[in-house]
């Protein structure tokens, strides 16, 4: 079994930035994908951001231009960069890892709050 546990989450001003973190308790060397979810109060989780394990990477349209997600195996972490964040982007952000043998894991969540 895998833990994920994010963190980097937290208040932030609009135009503001954020690095979210999302470490693994083993090796993510093997695995088939990576990414990050987000869901507000009265909303549905919705999907952000992906990364395969050929590093392709894939956004919300939302995000686009703004955040990047990336991966350091040796660090077994995943990473979400935010830049010039919205209020819109409030949330509690998840990380997902989906391994080779098609196990499903989640973090417990992060919040971002981003507000003047």
């Known amino acids: 079994q895998v833990q994920l546990v994010e963190s980097g989450g937290g208040l932030v001003q609009p135009g503001g930035s954020l690095r979210l973190s999302c470490t693994a308790s083993?090796?993510?060397?093997?695995?088939?994908?990576m990414a990050w979810y987000r869901q507000a109060p009265g909303k549905e989780r919705e999907l952000v951001a992906t990364i395969t394990s050929g590093t392709r990477t894939d956004y919300a349209d939302s995000v686009k231009g703004r955040f990047t997600i990336s991966r350091d195996n040796a660090k077994n972490t995943m990473y979400l960069q935010m830049n010039s964040l919205k209020p819109e982007d409030t949330a509690v952000y998840y990380c997902?890892?989906?391994?080779?043998?098609?196990?499903?894991?989640w973090g417990q969540g992060t919040q971002v709050t981003v507000s003047s």
């Open positions: 997902r890892l989906v391994t080779t043998t098609l196990n499903n894991y």
């Open positions: 083993r090796s993510i060397f093997s695995f088939r994908s």
